[in-house]
């Protein structure tokens, strides 16, 4: 005879390991040395706290026209108020501002449009890559269409390191994945004139790059040959992050297992065909960390720029602090420009987290 | 008559060979991992290739889609040279599907694209004819109410299954099997066979490597053992199984079957 086999059935798990209580106990309080870290923690944040919130918030003056009207004792955030706008655009004119507002209203409007289902995602990414730098260029630069020429020199603040972050990321990541792959080429030559290049960016300090684009590359060329200084340093700071990208992304080429290069081979896919089908779109996921970390390192690396002359939002800063009418606002000033790299750094790196967990297709490693 | 029937009788008329190797020779380095392979597959034929771990029989079939390449001697698939040739490789690997130990899976796709990928890419293939004919390929293999997961989601047993119906999207000539139970639980490991056999049934021609002798007994024209690089006994499953010649082959089979 027969007896049938029937699994027991599922219980819910016992009430002391739910809820907010549990997991209070579970991440504060589980361990006297976790109780004492806790108990030390919270002591740090009382001494810190509230003299911060003080000198911040509630002693701070926000309305003035120099710094003897901050008589409060707390932040002068007013110096904030009045060179607001050079912060954001530089010098670029006053008038014309609007031209870069809606430029990124653009670029906001056209990311936002993947979320459209009916949209063709291939096609919208070739406009935002092809069309929308175009379009951008013509309304920062002017000289066409009615629009009133701005040079470059006077392109600045947190507008000239938005444009040198998203240049810099969205031309270092392609070109770090064509390293990358031509690293690992079976092809001599390719390799070693990706190997000397990612090696020589490598060893080389981001200043002796931007340096070189901004002062050694004019004496170089012949007359009539020069190009604009803001491309040049463009160029330095993509050819610098993508060999830091090439790096990363080779580590994740390496992390895919052979044998999905072996089933891409199999099928007939060629090299390229498996390459984007198969194994970069894996390899990227598995290096978004990696990737996201040299994004912000890149974006942080473009306060440089300040060394060849271009004001960025920290040199505009800088420049504010050696107003006589707002000496001894270096703190405000400094505040102010780490609050905003942070948020967006901390942006960036929230948003990566979520591509991740977008990404995660619950695939264990085989 | 079934197709199985007209392809042995196609045999018998003396058909020319499918895979052809010719004193095929294969080194890692200095190791001599193939010897002087000489060896015919006939269409229609199922071969199970059996043989200790290290004997090379993998690395025999692998390269017959090129994924391994030889140095010495000739191998013709479908009457074309494997050689440096990258369209004659690729023109192969189109008409020759292979299933792996490890599945080989797209984890970063869903079954269904899994099967799509290459119809769509190589044989352009429409995406819509693609999809039916892959969700044609996993009713056969009894997985199409998956076709919308991903291979992580499935059993050993599922994925591998998957993986053969993917090998045959491309309407291959050929299958090779490389271990194709080998990682899986006892349990999975019917699952996966009684696909095989079904397959067999329909005549394609099979190339397989596995330590299933059940499978071989049953399914196979003839069983090819190898050891240290070489082809010691080829033979129908009837004389190799119950008069071996080759004392290798007896100590072989007395070590795998009494246990």
Not at chain 1, 6 to 15: C, E, R, V
Request: net charge neutral.
């Amino acid at each position: 005879m027969t007896i049938e086999f029937k699994p027991s059935p599922s219980l819910p798990p016992p009430q002391s390991s739910v809820g907010a209580v549990a997991w209070i106990r579970k991440n504060f309080f589980s361990s006297p040395l976790n109780i004492a870290l806790t108990l030390f923690s919270l002591y740090i944040l009382y001494l810190l706290l509230p003299p911060m919130v003080q000198w911040a918030l509630i002693d701070a003056t926000w309305q003035g026209t120099s710094k003897a009207a901050c008589t409060a004792g707390g932040a002068c955030w007013a110096f904030i108020g009045v060179y607001f706008k050079q912060f954001m655009y530089g010098l670029y004119p006053a008038a014309e501002t609007w031209r870069v507002n809606l430029a990124l209203i653009l670029l906001i409007l056209l990311v936002a449009m993947y979320a459209v289902k009916a949209i063709h995602k291939g096609l919208l990414t070739a406009v935002i890559l092809l069309v929308y730098p175009v379009v951008a260029f013509i309304l920062f630069a002017g000289g066409m269409f009615g629009l009133e020429s701005v040079e470059t020199t006077n392109w600045g603040g947190l507008f000239l390191t938005t444009l040198l972050g998203v240049v810099g990321i969205v031309a270092s990541l392609p070109l770090g994945v064509l390293l990358a792959l031509g690293r690992r080429s079976d092809m001599p030559i390719v390799k070693s004139v990706c190997v000397v290049f990612i090696e020589t960016i490598r060893a080389v300090p981001l200043i002796t790059i931007l340096f070189m684009a901004s002062v050694m590359i004019p004496l170089f060329l012949p007359d009539g040959l020069n190009f604009n200084k803001l491309l040049r340093v463009l160029i330095g700071i993509t050819l610098f992050s993508a060999a830091y990208m090439a790096e990363v992304i080779r580590g994740g080429l390496q992390a895919i297992p052979k044998g999905q290069y072996e089933a891409a081979d199999a099928m007939g896919l060629t090299y390229w065909q498996s390459m984007t089908l198969v194994i970069l779109p894996q390899a990227l996921k598995l290096v978004i960390p990696g990737i996201v970390n040299t994004f912000i390192g890149l974006f942080k690396d473009t306060t440089l720029v300040y060394i060849v002359g271009m004001f960025d939002l920290l040199g505009r800063i800088q420049a504010a602090n050696h107003d006589a009418n707002w000496l001894g606002t270096t703190t405000e000033g400094y505040a102010f420009a780490g609050f905003v790299y942070w948020a967006i750094c901390f942006g960036m790196s929230r948003y990566s987290m979520a591509v991740e967990r977008k990404l995660d297709t619950g695939h264990k490693r085989n | 008559m079934t197709e199985r029937n007209m392809a042995l009788a196609q045999l018998e008329q003396g058909e020319e060979a499918i895979i052809q190797f010719s004193d095929v020779n294969k080194w890692y380095g200095e190791f001599h991992v193939l010897k002087n392979i000489d060896f015919s597959v006939k269409k229609g034929e199922r071969i199970v290739v059996c043989g200790p771990s290290g004997s090379g029989k993998s690395t025999m079939i692998r390269c017959i889609n090129r994924l391994e390449e030889h140095q010495k001697g000739q191998i013709l698939v479908d009457g074309i040279e494997m050689n440096d040739n990258l369209k004659n490789i690729e023109t192969i690997r189109k008409d020759v599907g292979m299933v792996f130990q490890h599945f080989n899976l797209f984890p970063h796709l869903t079954i269904l694209e899994n099967l799509t990928l290459a119809p769509i890419w190589v044989r352009k293939t429409p995406k819509k004819e693609a999809e039916e004919m892959a969700m044609h390929y996993l009713e056969r293999v009894k997985i199409a109410n998956q076709a919308l997961k991903y291979p992580g989601q499935l059993s050993g047993g599922q994925q591998q299954r998957v993986a053969i119906a993917r090998g045959l999207c491309m309407k291959p000539r050929i299958m090779l099997f490389d271990e194709p139970t080998s990682a899986l639980d006892p349990e999975m490991i019917k699952e996966v066979l009684d696909v095989m056999i079904q397959l067999a049934d329909e005549g394609m021609t099979m190339v397989c490597v596995t330590h299933e002798m059940g499978f071989a007994k049953t399914v196979a024209d003839r069983v090819v053992f190898m050891d240290a690089g070489e082809i010691v006994e080829a033979n129908t499953p009837h004389e190799f199984f119950d008069n071996p010649k080759h004392d290798r082959t007896q100590l072989f089979l007395s070590q795998i079957l009494n246990h």
